[in-house]
């Protein structure tokens, strides 16, 4: 099966939370994000994206509880989609 490049959500996403947060929420429901912290991840999409708010972005999604985060040893965090929310 041929592996899709884009990152997709629905119009209804877009609309509701921006470009910027639709991405982040494309890109952690494509592939999940595991790294030590918020602006280690918003660097990480930085340079996926070029977007230089992005760590304003998913500090205010982990907020609204579209992005849940979850620490591991202290050190490594999980940041993923709460389904329910979106």
Do not use: P, W
Request: proline fraction near 0%; glycine fraction near 8%.
């Amino acid at each position: 099966m041929k592996k899709n490049k884009g990152l997709y959500v629905s119009v209804e996403i877009l609309l509701k939370y921006g470009i910027v947060k639709s991405y982040i929420i494309a890109f952690l429901l494509d592939k999940g994000g595991y790294t030590s912290n918020v602006d280690c991840f918003a660097r990480e999409l930085s340079n996926v994206a070029c977007f230089g708010h992005a760590s304003q972005a998913i500090r205010d999604l982990i907020k609204m509880g579209v992005v849940e985060r979850t620490v591991y040893d202290g050190r490594t965090s999980r940041f993923s989609i709460n389904r329910k929310t979106l």
